[in-house]
Structures are given as structure tokens and as C-alpha cells.
């Protein structure tokens, strides 16, 4: 029978920071300690933790611009951090990243359509009428209106901006994206409607995500799997979210205490 090549696959993940300031001078962080995990194609993987436990670390070695001390990571098949320039440079183009900060993430000067461009002219020059087509059309796919291309980051709300920046990650029509903190800052009912979002595009796109986040029940809204991090390792696995109350380590359990119930404490009905 043959067997499936994982679309990404971490094999002994290791990376360490030295600290900074005068007093931590020549101390050594561990963010990132022997990780081995694998994703397959249309999965979603939740990296949770508390702060400083190393996901973003993680996530930005797996997006190929942090290189670890030692360790393999595959991308179909392609070590990110491997000789082979050409293949590396073909397979970025199916790797992009949502940040947390929406705002930061763009040029506050550019205007939507000219940032969700930016990709598509990095890899195929577009003639300027296919290039506003193909615009209105990502814009249309994360719920704005192909008009919107040319406003300013300042005139969207910070939901809406969100919305322009997953345009403009799936712009390429990529196979993972890695989803760090993407949800955290916005309101929680704002929070839904892109969650919603995202898992619509992850069918209709036939995407992988890397849900970063210390928020468990954004993650179990949208992950398949999950795996805990604590001080830089992967502490507990899990293979199916919908037994999220299992979870038994104490980091995992303090994450999943930190999740308000569904109904007010006190509430009679
Ligand atoms: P998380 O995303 O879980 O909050 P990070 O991956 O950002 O965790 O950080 C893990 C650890 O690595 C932290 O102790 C952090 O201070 C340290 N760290 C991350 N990036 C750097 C860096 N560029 N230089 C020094 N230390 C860093």
C-alpha cells in the first residue's frame, strides 16, 4: 500500500536564543526542544501554550525564516533549510502566515489591493486589469466588496483588515498556512466570524492550517489536533479535538481552565 507523503513533517526541531540586557547576558533561552510532528494535506494542527512557550518560535521555523540550531523540516517533500535554493524558493510560495496585528502587517500607505498583490507580482507578473480582477475576487471570497481594494488600512475596522490580510495570504492559493495568534486580538464576536471564515476557506481551498494560539477555544473551533507546548517542548498530544476535556497535563489544563464557561457562573438556567 503506498503511503502518503505528510505535507509537513518536523523531525528533532531544535533552536536556542541567547538572552539579551546585562544581567541575562550569555543566558540561553530554549525555545523550540526536539519537536517532531507531521501535518497532512487539509489539516489543522493547534499549537497551543502559554507565553514564551515557543510556538511562534515554531511557527516562524516552519514558514523557513528561522533557521533551527539542528533538525529537519519537510515541505512536500523539500528541506526548508536544505541546499537546494530552487525548490526551496517553489515551495515558499505554498507556505504563508496570518499575524495577530493586522495593522503592522500592512503598508499603512498601500491600499488593500496594492498588498494583496504584493504575492501574486513576487511570482507572476499580472498586466494591472487581471491583477484588480483577480483582487475583487480574493476580496469577495473573505466576505468584503471588490471596491475595497482601494482603501487605506485606516478606513477598515480591525476585523475587516483581518479579512484583507487572509486575502491576501491565500492570494496564492497556498497548502498551509500558519495562523499565529491570527484571532487574538479582535472582539470575541468578530473572533467567530473569522474562524468561520477561515474553516470555509480551508474546504474550498483545500488548505492545511498551524493554528497558533493560547486560546484553546478559538483553537478547538477550527483544529483538528492539537499539540501542547511548555518551555519549548511538546508536552501533550492530542489526535482528535473532540477530546479536548481529556487533555491531562497541568499546562493543558490551565489553558483549558482559562476558558470561560458557555454560561455565566451563578446563572440558574
Ligand atoms: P510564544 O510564541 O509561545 O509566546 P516565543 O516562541 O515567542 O513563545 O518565545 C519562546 C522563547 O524564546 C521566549 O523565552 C522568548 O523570549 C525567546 N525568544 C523568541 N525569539 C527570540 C529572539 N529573537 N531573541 C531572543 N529570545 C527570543
Known amino acids: 500500500m503506498a503511503v502518503t507523503q505528510p505535507l509537513l513533517e518536523l523531525r528533532g526541531v531544535s533552536k536556542h536564543f541567547h538572552g ?5 547576558q550569555g543566558r540561553k533561552v530554549q525555545a523550540n526542544k526536539q519537536i517532531t510532528l507531521s501535518l497532512a494535506a487539509r489539516e489543522c494542527l493547534g499549537l497551543v501554550g502559554e507565553s514564551g512557550s515557543g510556538k511562534s518560535t515554531l511557527g516562524r521555523i516552519i514558514l523557513g525564516i528561522e533557521k533551527p540550531d539542528c533538525g529537519e523540516v519537510l515541505f512536500q ?9 530552487t525548490a526551496i524558493r517553489e515551495v ?12 503592522s502587517s500592512v503598508n499603512p500607505r498601500r491600499t488593500a489591493g496594492a498588498s494583496i498583490a504584493e504575492p501574486l507580482n513576487n511570482f507572476a507578473r499580472l498586466n494591472l486589469r487581471d491583477e484588480l480582477r483577480v483582487v475583487g475576487e480574493l476580496l469577495e471570497l473573505v466576505g468584503l466588496k471588490a471596491e475595497d481594494a482601494s482603501k487605506y488600512p485606516h478606513q477598515f475596522s480591525g476585523g475587516q483588515l483581518q479579512r484583507v490580510c487572509i486575502a491576501r495570504a491565500i492570494s496564492l492559493r497556498p497548502k498551509l498556512i500558519v495562523l499565529d495568534e491570527a484571532v487574538s486580538s479582535l472582539d470575541v464576536l468578530v473572533q467567530a466570524q473569522i474562524l468561520d471564515l477561515l474553516s470555509d476557506l480551508r474546504d474550498e481551498l483545500n488548505m492545511s492550517y498551524i493554528f497558533i494560539s493560547h486560546d484553546l477555544a478559538a483553537v478547538a ?3 483538528d489536533r492539537l499539540a501542547v507546548m511548555c518551555l519549548g517542548e511538546v508536552v501533550e498530544r492530542l489526535d482528535n479535538i473532540d477530546d479536548i476535556n481529556c487533555l491531562t497535563h497541568p499546562v493543558s489544563k490551565a489553558l483549558l481552565a482559562a476558558v470561560l464557561p458557555a454560561q455565566p457562573v451563578g446563572s440558574s438556567s
Open 20 to 24: 539579551g540586557g546585562i544581567f541575562k
Open 221 to 223: 473551533h477550527l483544529a
Open 77 to 85: 517533500g523539500v528541506n526548508l533549510y536544505g541546499k537546494d535554493k
Open 92 to 103: 515558499r510560495r505554498d507556505l504563508q502566515v496570518v499575524f495577530q496585528d493586522c495593522f
